[in-house]
């Protein structure tokens, strides 16, 4: 998952994707009724501003969430695709009056912006299905709203061109696929992970990145290209330019839906485990819609739905996935044997991260 998603689209925009939609049926019994434009559950009104990370991902978000949610409560629901450090900049300078009412973060960047005291804590009397979170999806201690989805970096590989399946980092520096790797920029939480990723397996960590920047030339001199945005990967592994790329679970589940000939590895050591969480703007407009919002992304319903379309795990205990879809998911069966990162950790050191990872990746 992107920190901030696609490239910034221009302005504000509703995505109204024509993708066909899996359990489509499903979801619209669970969401009730109250027809889009009237007064629905809660009597709310107006519009919802959605902060959220473009490309594939908003597709899966306006077919599963955003209309059942206007639906439900006759609302309207604006989803703007930008960049999360965009996000975090504005809400450091104009708190509330930044236009959002919800924020989505995959990097751990909710932790920061809570401290900072930008996002509401926990409201469990609306957002009642967070009890059910599994204790993996719990933020700052559970003061904040909890991970709805659960994601982790690993490899999405060609499976006619990369024989044996990947099972470990060692292959993005193998000399057979010199050329034909990509990498994410470390503005990608994909990026960033895989630094966390190197720095573990050789004896490191968020609080000792030595090992992983030390692990990273072998990898860069291997690489094509290093990407800043999901479709970007897309199109080179599309064209076979790479035949690997280190990116997210979600992401090999939806390019292995849309027919490209590949498929998610999860290396047996140093894997990050991470949410995608929807944080209340603290003094925005819609506050309680926003937290109406929250719940219904923790609806175990709609997560089971949100996981067959886009491809994350679930994070409602009662959320079951089950039958062929567990099989696509290899993350459902490996959340136990994964790592979250160290929130606080990366917070503290990722400015100094950055500027490392952009001089090193300069002499590529």
């Known amino acids: 998952m992107l920190t901030g998603g696609a490239k910034p689209a221009v302005g504000r925009r509703r995505f109204v994707a024509a993708l066909s939609v899996l359990a ?3 979801v619209a019994a669970a969401c009730g009724s109250g027809p889009s434009g009237s007064a629905g559950d809660g009597g709310y009104s107006g519009t919802l501003v959605v902060a959220s990370f473009g490309g594939s991902f908003d597709e899966a978000l306006n077919e599963v969430v955003v209309k059942p949610f206007e639906k439900k409560y006759g609302v ?3 989803v703007v695709t930008v960049l999360t450090s965009e ?3 504005k809400l450091r300078a104009q708190g509330a009056r930044a ?10 960047q909710e932790t920061e912006a809570f401290e900072l005291g930008l996002i509401s804590p926990l409201n469990g009397e609306v957002a009642t299905n967070a009890a059910d979170a599994n204790p993996a999806a719990k933020r700052a201690d559970g003061k904040i709203a909890p991970a709805y989805a659960f994601n982790t970096t690993g490899i999405i590989y060609n499976v006619d061109k990369v024989r044996p399946a990947p099972t470990s980092w060692d292959v993005l520096s193998d000399p057979k696929y010199a050329g034909k790797v990509g990498i994410p920029d470390i503005s990608v939480t994909a990026g960033q992970n895989l630094l966390i990723s190197l720095a573990r397996i050789n004896g490191g960590g968020e609080s000792s990145i030595d090992p992983g920047f030390d692990a990273l030339p072998a990898l860069l001199k291997n690489s094509r290209s290093v990407f800043g945005d999901g479709p970007t990967m897309t199109q080179l592994l599309g064209q076979e330019q790479i035949v690997l790329s280190v990116f997210d679970s979600g992401y090999g589940y939806l390019l292995a839906k849309k027919g490209l000939p590949v498929r998610f590895a999860i290396p047996d050591k140093g894997g990050v485990l991470y949410g995608l969480t929807s944080q209340v703007v603290k003094g925005g407009a819609q506050e309680k819609l926003a937290w109406e919002w929250v719940n ?11 996981a067959e379309r886009a491809g994350y795990a679930p994070t409602n205990g009662k959320a079951k996935v089950e039958g062929e879809l ?16 160290d929130a ?3 917070a503290e050191n990722r400015a100094a991260w950055t500027e490392r990872w952009n001089k090193l990746v300069g002499k590529r």
């Not at 236009?99 to 751990?108: E, H, I, L, R, W």
């Open 326 to 341: 567990k099989k696509l998911l290899p993350l459902s069966s490996a959340i136990d044997r994964l790592e979250p990162s």
């Open 296 to 306: 219904f992304q923790l609806d175990p319903q709609i997560q089971v739905a949100f």
């Open 87 to 89: 996000v975090m900049a």
């Open 99 to 108: 236009g959002y009412d919800v924020v989505q973060f995959s990097g751990g």
């Open 24 to 26: 489509t049926v499903a």
């Open 344 to 346: 606080k950790a990366v």
């Open 76 to 78: 309207n629901v604006e």
